[in-house]
């Protein structure tokens, strides 16, 4: 199976006859007890953790999601990405409340259907929020409690259900996968009795993390088969232990293990160094399926949901700041350098080593629609009144692009900006200076990027502000 390079390969095309094998020993050894109930809610987080995200579909049967929490992907591709989101699947993603919809019992349905020619619609929402990342020296647990499709044998053919997450990166560019990196904490296909979890890095095909194969384990559900009943799949990514670890769990057994020394420094920090967004989705058919037989047919059949009772993530504090909780309010000085790379949340922006005096990091792959949030910034009682931003620009001829500064909101008023070309290379460092509306007392502050162009137009090492 071919590829598209630059795109999520979810679960790619394993070594198939030992995978194939496993399987089937696994499926047999499996038990059928009776479906666990539907609508149990998440669970307290234990001590030490704390919730920073949760879902428990609650809602009136036959609505849709929570748009506050998720938006829907549809069609057959990413805009401007790789047709059938570069993993030959063959439906076409709704956002119909006859693919994607609540059961008014507390869980969400994605349920694949097949009209009377044949073509096949689904589903496939992802989390608004992109910044899912453990604080320095503390832990992020994702977790969801599903039940897989109800279907097996002949009529399972073709079915890709998936619980997996992408480095927030990806989303707006759509070519820099594996490098951004992918956590995938549940994938099953044809209805077998096999959960595999997998972390894609690096460069593909090949590379340091076996692309398009990625590091990857599988194993059986037990008491219940992942598709007669409900089971808990997680991922915890671990940032206390040296080195740092990613861990996946089946109801809550740790079966596989992926450390930072299994690759190079640069690719796990490529892969790790930024937040991630959450996806659920059914896929028919596709390259993980045809490993295992091959895609929907005539036999395959229609209407058997992904049934998703939560989804919930958690973290847990370490000695650092930064990951998914903000920093108290207040903590930042408006008038003293704020690193760029030092953001509590952001969209498409990447960490990078720069050459610029002091060293350290900046952040990079700016592009359209690319936003980075740093809480809390104290201006004080003397209003601030220009603002400071350290720039580099290798960006194309007839490339260039907005930086703007926007208080509390991604979409309030700017209230500085300054625009930037060229500035010579990617690390050819310029310190710009805009006028900027009066601010006093404490905000926070949204860095946003616009430009009449996709391309990447901007790097941004420090900013600041001054009277």
């Avoid at 057959?76 to 699947?89: D, M, W």
């Avoid at 951004?180 to 209805?191: F, S, T, Y």
């Avoid at 659920?280 to 596709?286: F, K, Q, R, W």
Wanted: hydrophobic share 35%; charged share 15%.
């Amino acid at each position: 199976m071919s590829e598209s390079p630059g795109t999520p390969r979810r679960g790619a095309v394993r070594r198939v006859l030992v995978a194939v094998l496993s399987t089937m020993s696994l499926a047999a050894a499996a038990a059928t007890a009776a479906t666990l109930p539907a609508s149990a809610s998440a669970p307290t987080p234990s001590s030490g953790w704390s919730q920073v995200f949760l879902d428990d579909f609650n809602g009136a049967a036959g609505s849709g999601v929570n748009t506050a929490n998720w938006q829907y992907t549809t069609g057959t591709s990413y805009p401007g990405g790789p047709a059938n989101f570069g993993t030959g699947e063959v439906e076409t993603m709704t956002s119909s409340t006859n693919n994607v919809a609540l059961d008014g019992s507390g869980d969400l349905l994605i349920t694949p259907r097949r009209d009377a020619s044949g073509n096949w619609t689904s589903g496939r929402i992802e989390t608004t929020r992109t910044d899912f990342q453990p604080p320095a020296g503390g832990k992020l647990r994702m977790e969801a409690r599903l039940q897989m499709p109800n279907v097996t044998g002949a009529a399972a053919k073709g079915y890709w259900p998936a619980f997996w997450a992408l480095g927030a990166p990806y989303r707006g560019n759509y070519q820099n996968w594996p490098g951004v990196g992918e956590l995938d904490i549940m994938e099953n296909v044809q209805g077998l009795n096999t959960e595999w979890a997998t972390m894609h890095c690096g460069t593909s095909p090949g590379g340091p993390c076996n692309e398009t194969s990625g590091i990857g384990n599988n194993t059986p559900c037990t008491g219940t088969t992942c598709q007669a009943g409900f089971h808990t799949y997680a991922m915890e990514w671990d940032r206390s232990t040296s080195p740092e670890e990613i861990r996946f769990y089946l109801d809550g057994v740790n079966f596989h293990t992926v450390k930072a020394n299994q690759v190079d420094a640069t690719t796990w920090a490529n892969a790790t160094n930024h937040g991630y967004f959450m996806i659920l989705n059914v896929a028919m058919g596709g390259g993980f399926p045809g490993a295992f037989g091959g895609g929907p047919d005539s036999g395959t059949e229609p209407g058997h949901p992904l049934v998703v009772d939560y989804v919930q993530v958690l973290q847990a504090a370490g000695s650092g700041g930064g990951g998914t909780t903000p920093p108290p309010t207040g903590n930042r000085d408006a008038y003293s350098a704020i690193q760029a790379e030092s953001y509590d949340s952001q969209s498409g922006v990447v960490s990078e080593t720069t050459t610029d005096t002091g060293g350290g990091q900046d952040i990079g792959t700016i592009a359209n629609g690319d936003y980075a949030v740093y809480k809390g910034v104290n201006f004080g009682s003397s209003a601030a009144t220009q603002f400071y931003g350290r720039v580099a620009s290798g960006a194309a001829g007839g490339v260039s692009g907005l930086v703007e500064v926007r208080l509390d909101s991604r979409t309030s008023t700017p209230v500085a900006s300054f625009a930037l070309a060229n500035t010579g290379g990617w690390q050819s460092w310029r310190t710009v200076p805009a006028n900027m509306s009066s601010v006093t007392g404490t905000h926070d502050v949204y860095l946003t990027f616009t430009s009449g162009q996709p391309a990447d137009f901007v790097n941004v090492n420090w900013f600041d502000f001054g009277h």
